[in-house]
Nanobody, 122 residues
């Protein structure tokens, strides 16, 4: 079992920045590839970004490419999502997830956090 807890969400104006954190406990964090997903009301959960177990490989959804950065600190058992140039359409609940191999498919992730809300509004 891997237990994931997200933090760092909040209300931010368009053009602003937020950094989300996801703290992991349980099994060895560095064994897992990590992903960030988001879900807006009435919409399906969608892929945002993923990072390999070592941090050496990353993947981003087109809508966030160039604005969001995923990173991890295996010594702290934490994965981050730095979000810059935020837009109203980025408003959603953001979730981190873990699995052994990297994927863009939410259905393939076994472990999920409870989510943190990000609202981009003036």
């Amino acid at each position: 079992q891997v237990h994931l807890v997200e933090s760092g969400g909040g209300l931010v104006q368009p053009g602003g920045s937020l950094r989300l954190s996801c703290a992991a406990s349980g099994r060895t964090f560095s064994n897992y590839n990590m992903g960030w997903f988001r879900q807006a009301p009435g919409k399906e959960r969608e892929f945002v970004a993923a990072i390999s177990w070592s941090g050496g490989s990353t993947d981003y959804a087109d809508p966030v490419k160039g604005r969001f950065t995923i990173s991890r600190d295996n010594a702290k058992n934490t994965v981050y999502l730095q979000m810059n140039s935020l837009k109203p359409e980025d408003t959603a609940a953001y979730y981190c997830a873990a699995r052994f191999s990297r994927s863009r498919k939410a259905s393939e992730y076994a472990y999920w956090g409870q989510g943190t809300q990000v609202t981009v509004s003036s």
